[in-house]
């Protein structure tokens, strides 16, 4: 069997590598840096690549949007595991840079949204360059075309670079949600402990649409972990959600959940059911929507409709 | 075949009588008057019987808690048709007594409620007897017990007395519905514009429990006619619903939320579904509730479920 | 100042007296016992008592239509107490009959409906009369018209009765409630345990409308712990909600809610804000639901409309 | 009085100006480039312009998330105007530079996003330099750094650059939404067709939270016309919502359900009432809805707790 071949958002040395390094089958893996987001993701898309690790979300900045976008958009993929990362800046700089001397700062623009209060409060006088990774910020500065980077250590190690400052985000405790992506297919067994995605198309109307959504979940116990909105690329005001809930989709009250999501949106784009990377607990389910439940009212319908004994 | 035996609420004369004979196998069958509706129901659960006619609920007086209390309770049966009928009164008296003679008027608790502002007007005098039903009230002023009869115009004849009144009802226009009841059967074909009945008992707290079992119908749009609350017998405070909705069992969007009452209920029974006998036509399913909405939700759930295609 | 009267299900030895003799006042007032729960009610209406006692619901029979239909329709009342009280039936007779010398046994609807299943065991030959109180059905039998009585132990003493059998009703422990009724006024203080009644007429639909309807009361988390349906006297499926609700319209989320009603309602009928006589305790109000939370929200709402600041 | 000094995203040439200039005010005013968004906002909360016009949303990007965090947080600042820009973009070049010598391309991350099918199609061996603004882009083409910006037409005259291509993003006919931000004062008056914003913050659980919210807006009647999530920048899985709703403070409907927000939400900040810029028109009031209902609904609730007539 070839070795699983994983794209990553690139260059060696950003957070989606640190992120990807935690997959088990990654050690014995091929390695494929992308430049960015959407190229990883086609790289699956093309079969270029076996599988892609891109970032979903983080604590602070919220959605990563071309990742979002690029899940409800284009030839489906199924996410099949996800990686909570700790994200850690470090202020690096090329070896005898003094602080003083420090009049342009490179950095990807969530890592700039996530250090903005430091840089202001520490370097107010140096200009923020905007690059496309953190990794390339460290590259530029290696290159002698930026004096600092916002990065991460490893980025920083990678180049030869040293950290003037570490753990400068302006909300420490942050983590990123990595997702690993890889063509459909047929979803894992429910470990009692999972998570399901999915993007839903609400018709015309949002307000009444997303309430119905919401209903449909909470009438079957199904809890949400996620609601992220996101335009639909046509009209202002109409939009899709992406959302999280607990259980897996192998789960009654999951899949009947999901069906009747079908019927009332627009579409219904199915994201996969995986294990939960958090360790907290998905709850029992309510009275009335444990899998036996659904088996039993199935059956006492099936039971009416033939002889109307119930 | 030996003919079909009809118990109905009699005697002779009675509106259920009436109500029966609309029915047109009841035209080559046996029937047989029973001394209250306990008493028609039993009949057919014993074997007595192979159907009752009783009636269900008046425009006026609401459910009759007997008939609701009958199905609740005991061996199931099943509702296979309704029968509405106009509810007409008379003041029936034997043939030469006068208004101004009239000391006492026998009739059912039900008609004097519905008569009872004609009575303090017209005999504010007279004193009031309750008997077990208007044709008792006829036969009993035949035997000279009573003055005159709040009854039907079929039961005054029966017992060769005299209308000193007609339509005498406080309210003109009202309506009873009788239903036809059998032991549990194979519900009838859909027609398109069917009635289904259930009993629904709730789980303790009562409140959020009849909010639950609303919005299992109103997500799938399926339109309730009827809701009726009935103490369970055992303390203040605790319900059983009997509820009518729009549609067939056999439709998708009524029989996933019977099955869904049947899982969120302490238990759910199943009283029948059978043509609607109102001229009303049962309005089309809304977006995403139809069969068709259904079956396609289903089927993506399946592909979901087996390769994660959608 | 004269002493207060106090109209009452009567005759003399009704469960309504007993109810009434519950209350303090009644001890120094003048009890005027009337035919049945409608002239009771009128008595208040028109002037000739000052407080009415009347049978509101009961943990067998349900709600008593009589006196809910009288409240819903007519000039308004208010309930401005509640009695609670343990129905315990007896069979009695005159002193010497025989149990095998009974034929025919005389009753009041209501109990006949709570001792069917006794008396069908017990005296499976003798025919069931039915009259217009079980004080009157001891009456009866005093004057020799009926052989027994299902009634109070109270009515069988009055009467001269001898009680053959106690606590022949087919569930123990049932409770009938009694109202004590007076011409509107200023609610009674807030005890911190309170209790609200309305009615609520819905408009044209009824099943949205109901779901509506119990929406405003659980978005302000204001628990119901009665729900009857009452038709409307005009046409089959239109109805009315008499409702009890947890806690006193002087509370801000009761009466929010019941504006709320007023609005999304055809119609709202107050019918007090009275103690609960049970002893449950009423839940504190949830998360957002106390009189500080609206006092907070409103002031809020009022500088945002002033000068925006919130 | 001094002339309005009012802040924008520049520099000189961007879209926001653009947007400032269509307001009135404007033309008399001392106009202030910030060189971000969150700088134009800070100049108004420190009293160094009295208004700034930033981009809240795109019909393509959907939230502009700097915006959004920027209103949630720190002192507050209201929205009285909403400014609706068409957005298109050209590939500006410094002339005599043609097509196939264009090794990079300079923008701002948004607009990438908005051209990134076209870029790829169109230059695909270029690579992408992510700037502050797309004016930015424009002056750093005009010094020589980059050989292309994607800017607007605007950019691009203010730096004598010449379009290649005009109208090359992916989606046509997007639009940007741009806010006129000032420090709280009193709302203008009502229009009959405004929109209102807030910041909600949910308390612990999102799910069961937002669905409250949702209900709290539509048993008011009151239509959402944008719904978007961000993390409260604390733990992953912590949401606070931005809301627009139809509707202005000062009507019934609207301040209701925005004390109900404050009672339930953990926080809500209001974000102001404006006249809405696009063409369509606010619905009327449901039945139940208009302002003549509420105080009809309010003169009734004090009538009763006054004296319980209603």
Not at 108 to 128: D, F, G, M, N, Y
Not at 256 to 278: E, I, K, N, Q, T
Request: overall charge negative.
């Amino acid at each position: 069997m070839p070795p699983t071949r994983f794209a990553y958002l690139g260059p060696v040395g950003t957070f989606a590598e640190a992120a990807l390094r935690r997959v088990p089958a990654a050690s014995t893996g091929i390695l494929i840096p992308a430049p960015n987001v959407v190229a990883a993701i086609d790289a699956v898309r093309d079969g270029d690549a076996d599988a892609a690790v891109v970032p979903l979300e983080n604590s602070v900045e919220g959605s990563v949007a071309s990742t979002v976008d690029a899940l409800a958009d284009g030839d489906p993929l199924t996410i099949v595991r996800e990686i909570l990362l700790p994200v850690a800046f470090v202020l690096a700089v090329r070896p005898g840079t003094a602080a003083e001397a420090i009049a342009t700062v490179a950095t990807h623009p969530h890592a700039e949204a996530q250090c903005r209060k430091w840089l202001a409060a520490t370097l107010p006088a140096a200009s923020v360059a905007l690059v496309a990774s953190t990794a390339a910020a460290a590259e530029s500065v290696a290159r002698g075309e930026h004096d600092a980077a916002v990065c991460s250590a490893l980025a920083a190690e990678h180049n030869r670079l040293r950290p003037l400052w570490t753990d400068i985000a302006d909300n420490t405790g942050a983590i990123t949600r990595f997702v690993l992506l890889a063509r459909p297919g047929t979803p894992s067994q429910p470990t009692g402990n999972d998570r399901t995605s999915v993007v839903a198309f609400i018709r015309a109307n949002s307000t009444g649409a997303l309430l119905e959504v919401l209903t449909e979940f909470a009438t079957r116990g199904v809890n949400l972990t996620r609601i992220e909105s996101r335009p639909t690329k046509r009209l202002l005001g109409q939009y899709c959600f992406c959302l999280d809930c607990d259980g897996h989709v192998a789960e009654q009250r999951v899949g009947d959940a999901l069906a009747a999501l079908r019927r009332v949106c627009a579409d219904v784009r199915f994201l996969g059911s995986y294990p939960r990377a958090d360790e907290q607990e998905s709850p029992a389910p309510a009275p009335g929507r444990a899998d036996v439940d659904f088996t039993d009212a199935a059956a006492w319908l099936a039971r009416v409709r033939a002889d109307g004994s119930g």
